[in-house]
């Protein structure tokens, strides 16, 4: 397989042979590099069936791939984002795609953005200062490691997707998944968005203010806080099993009610700060 470079030598097309270092496109299997050129670039359908053994863009590009209207339907193995100049429109499928630095921009305003046909096994983000957002069809494992400045936000129009791994930044997802370990950072559900299991531990944070429901809240070490406080839904947030071994659960609204089915099970030295207004049942 090829390495193959992007120059930009002719046009922004990427089905102009002249534009690559090779002189001739990228196959199915080749590693594909951006590093060079300030050349925006767009894409045909013609390639949208190509998978690419890595697509790596890299410090040195400072175009950008596809807009927020038109992305970029460019699919392989293995994406690597690692350059604070372009921004980055997608929507293929990657087995992993890694994020180690990035375009700054907010989660009102991503410059790194993937559509609503995108599809991963695992989504990693390891750096940068900006934002991420996903409206995949597929997604099945979401990690922010070591990232204290980035955002990701996974849209309504994405699919549920299964595990959420985060040590630092903020996750901010408006549909539902299977199990979330934070251990530091912000996850916050909006919309319907709910999960099977939430387990916070160090310092991770849940911010539930959306309909949805938490089926098993753990809630491990003193500095780790699941609060309610800025959830002003209609239904308000739902828990049905929540342990609290340590760590605080705020639900001070006022805006919504907050329900606790099954109360909340206390196994530690951990603190309840319940709305005045409200009985709150603890067993």
């Not at 042979?17 to 300030?38: C, E, H, K, Q, R």
């Not at 038109?70 to 350059?83: F, G, S, Y």
């Not at 997608?90 to 087995?95: A, E, I, N, Q, V």
């Not at 997707?161 to 539902?176: H, Q």
Request: hydrophobic share 35%; net charge negative.
């Amino acid at each position: 397989m090829a390495v193959v470079s992007w120059t930009g030598t002719t046009d922004g097309d990427w089905n102009t042979t002249t534009n690559w270092s090779t002189g001739a496109l990228p196959a199915a299997g080749d590693d594909v590099i951006f590093n060079t050129s300030s050349r925006d670039v767009t894409i045909s359908s013609s390639v949208a069936g190509t998978t690419y053994g890595s697509l790596k863009i890299l410090d040195g590009f400072t175009g950008s791939l596809g807009v927020t209207g038109t992305k970029l339907e460019v699919m392989a193995t293995t994406l690597l984002i690692a350059n604070d100049q372009a921004k980055i429109h997608l929507d293929g499928h990657y087995t992993t795609a890694i994020i180690t630095d990035m375009f700054p921009g907010t989660a009102e305003s991503a410059n790194v953005t993937f559509g609503t046909s995108s599809q991963f096994t695992t989504l990693r983000i390891t750096g940068g200062k900006g934002a991420v957002e996903v409206a995949s069809a597929g997604l099945t494992t979401a990690q922010i490691l070591g990232a204290n400045e980035a955002v990701l936000s996974v849209l309504s129009t994405a699919s549920s997707f299964t595990n959420i791994l985060m040590d630092s930044g903020t996750l901010t997802t408006a549909e539902s998944f299977t199990t979330a370990d934070v251990s530091g950072g912000i996850l916050e559900l909006t919309g319907t968005a709910g999960g099977t299991t939430v387990n916070l531990t160090s310092t991770g944070g849940l911010e539930h203010n959306s309909t949805g429901t938490v089926t098993n809240l753990n809630v491990f070490d003193s500095a780790c806080l699941a609060t309610t406080t800025e959830n002003a839904t209609t239904t308000g947030a739902v828990f049905t099993n929540t342990v609290l071994f340590d760590g605080v659960i705020d639900e001070r609204n006022g805006a919504a009610t907050t329900t606790f089915s099954n109360g909340i099970v206390v196994n530690g030295a951990g603190t309840i700060r319940p709305d005045v207004s409200r009985t709150l049942t603890v067993t």
